[in-house]
C-alpha cells in the first residue's frame, strides 16, 4: 500500500522491467510517477493509467508498448508525460503490435513525443504533444489523430515513413498543427510515400503559401504521397485580431499555465501567441518597443481555464500599423509572467 501523504520520496519510482500482465497505475494524491528505467508492456498485456496521474521521465527514458496502452483522462482531470530533469526523455514508442488509446493528455519535452514502429492502432484524441523533438515518428502504424495540438516541436511536428494518418473527416474533426521546426521549411509535417487527407487541420495560418513551406509532400518530392489540405481555418480557429477561446467540453483542461513562443516569427503583418490557462484568472498581455515603450494591450481581463490565443495585427492601440524591428510581449497571469521576443518584418 502506498500512502497517499507523507511519502519521503514524494513520488512512485518505476523501475522497468517487462510485464505481458494486465496492470493499473493509480492515482494517489500528490504522488508522481517517476519513470527511472523504462518499462515494457509486453504482447498480451495492458497498462491502464487514471486520469490525473503525472507520469515523469528520467533522460532518455520511455515506455515501450508491445500489447496495449489506455491512458485516458478527463477533461477536467488530464494525464501528464513530462521530463523529471531539464533533459528529454525518450516518449511514448509503440513496437510490434502494440497499440493503444491516448486522451486528453499533455505529452511535452519528449525526443520522440509518439514513437510507432507497430501494426497496431494508436488513437489520439483531445491531447497537445509540445515542446519536444519530434512531436510524432511514425514508422509504422495506424494513427489516429482528433481534436489535438501537435505544436511547438523544434524538429518536426509530424515526421512520417510508411505510417498510415487518419485526421478526421469534417470541420468538427479537427486537429491543430503548427509552430514546429522553429520556422524551418517542410517541418510541420513531412509525409510518408502515403496520400493524406488533411482538410481539416489547422496549420497557424491561412495563407496557401505559408502552409505550403511548412509542409513536405508530393509538390516537394516526386517519392511521397501529397497532403490534401484547404487553405483557411476550421471553425473556432480563425486568426483574427483578438482572442479565441477554447471551452468545449471535449477540450483538455491544461495542467499548468503557460505561454509559448508566438508563431510566425519573424512575421508580416500578424503572429499568435498561444497560452495555457490551468484555472480561472486575469491574464495580462501586452506588447513593447524594443525602448521598453507600450505599443499595445492585446489582453487585459479574466479568462476561463482552457488552451487559448491571440493574435497581433502589428498594430499599436490607436490602430497604426508600426515599423519593422524586435518587439517584446509580455505575459502575465497568476503567479507566472514571461517576456518573448518576436520580429515584425514589412
Known amino acids: 500500500m502506498v500512502p497517499t501523504s507523507g511519502n519521503a520520496n514524494n513520488n512512485i519510482q ?204 508530393e509538390l516537394d518530392d516526386a517519392a511521397l504521397g501529397l497532403v490534401n489540405y484547404l487553405p483557411y481555418a476550421t471553425e473556432g480557429h480563425d486568426p483574427i485580431s483578438g482572442v479565441e477561446d477554447f471551452d468545449s467540453p471535449e477540450q483538455l483542461l491544461p495542467r499548468i499555465t503557460a505561454v509559448y513562443k508566438n508563431f510566425p516569427n519573424p512575421f508580416n503583418p500578424m503572429t499568435k501567441i498561444n497560452f495555457d490557462l490551468h484555472k480561472t484568472t486575469l491574464v495580462q498581455i501586452q506588447v513593447f518597443d524594443i525602448s521598453g515603450a507600450r505599443v499595445a494591450t492585446l489582453v487585459d481581463r479574466s479568462m476561463p481555464a482552457g488552451h487559448h490565443k491571440v493574435v497581433w495585427n502589428g498594430r499599436d492601440h490607436k490602430d497604426r500599423a508600426v515599423s519593422s524591428g524586435v518587439y517584446l510581449y509580455q505575459f502575465r497571469a497568476g503567479n507566472v509572467s514571461k517576456t518573448q521576443r518576436m520580429m515584425l518584418v514589412r
Open 14 to 217: 518505476v523501475y522497468g522491467g517487462s510485464s505481458d500482465r494486465l496492470g493499473t497505475w493509480r492515482l494517489f494524491n500528490d504522488l508522481d510517477y517517476v519513470v527511472t528505467n523504462s518499462p515494457t508492456v509486453s504482447a498480451g498485456g495492458q497498462l491502464t493509467i487514471e486520469d490525473g496521474v503525472n507520469v515523469l521521465f528520467a533522460a532518455n527514458r520511455n515506455i515501450t508498448v508491445r500489447g496495449s496502452l489506455s491512458a485516458e483522462g478527463t477533461p477536467s482531470n488530464g494525464i501528464l508525460f513530462t521530463q523529471n530533469t531539464a533533459s528529454d526523455w525518450y516518449g511514448l514508442s509503440f513496437q510490434g503490435g502494440g497499440g493503444g488509446d491516448i486522451a486528453n493528455c499533455i505529452i511535452e519535452d519528449a525526443t520522440y513525443g509518439i514513437n510507432a514502429n507497430t501494426t497496431g492502432t494508436v488513437a489520439v484524441s483531445s491531447t497537445t504533444i509540445r515542446d519536444g523533438n519530434y512531436g510524432v515518428y511514425g514508422i509504422n502504424g495506424n494513427l489516429e489523430f482528433l481534436h489535438s495540438y501537435i505544436i511547438d516541436n523544434s524538429g518536426y511536428g509530424f515526421y512520417v515513413t510508411n505510417a498510415t494518418l487518419q485526421f478526421g473527416t469534417d470541420a468538427t474533426e479537427w486537429n491543430d498543427i503548427y509552430g514546429n521546426g522553429t520556422g524551418q521549411a517542410g517541418r510541420n509535417y513531412r509525409n510518408g510515400p502515403n496520400d493524406v487527407n488533411a482538410q481539416w487541420v489547422y496549420w497557424g495560418t491561412e495563407n496557401q503559401a505559408d502552409i505550403e513551406f511548412s509542409i513536405w509532400h
